[in-house]
């Protein structure tokens, strides 16, 4: 059984940043390409970046893209995600996910596994 962890939310104000952490346990971490997604309050879920199972491409929304940098350590088994130059229209529930490709994917229907979520919320 495959279980995500994230980290890292919290508040901050417009113009900072954050990094958000997402530990992974069971499963074979290092084959799967990894995701994260956003919810804000009264919409719906979005996708925000994506990252293959090497590291080597990354995929992102047009609204955080220049922002925000995904990677990931398949020896610690966490993706991360560095988000900077904040907006308050960036505050949502952020969710980790995996899937079972080993290529980038920004649809949340390609993802299997899904984390509980961690709180982003950023003044004006």
């Known amino acids: 059984q495959v279980q995500l962890v994230e980290s890292g939310g919290g508040l901050v104000q417009a113009g900072g940043s954050l990094r958000l952490s997402c530990a992974v346990s069971g499963g074979t971490f290092s084959s799967r390409s990894m995701g994260w997604f956003r919810q804000a309050p009264g919409k719906e879920r979005e996708f925000a970046a994506s990252?293959?199972?090497?590291?080597?491409?990354?995929s992102y929304a047009d609204s955080v893209k220049g922002r925000f940098t995904i990677s990931r350590d398949n020896g610690k088994k966490t993706v991360y995600l560095q988000m900077n130059s904040l907006k308050a229209e960036d505050t949502a529930a952020y969710y980790c996910?995996?899937?079972?490709?080993?290529?980038?994917?920004?649809?949340?229907?390609?993802?299997?596994?899904w984390g509980q979520g961690t709180q982003v919320t950023v003044s004006s």
């Open positions: 996910a995996a899937t079972t490709r080993s290529e980038v994917a920004d649809l949340d229907s390609m993802y299997h596994y």
């Open positions: 990252i293959s199972w090497s590291g080597r491409t990354t």
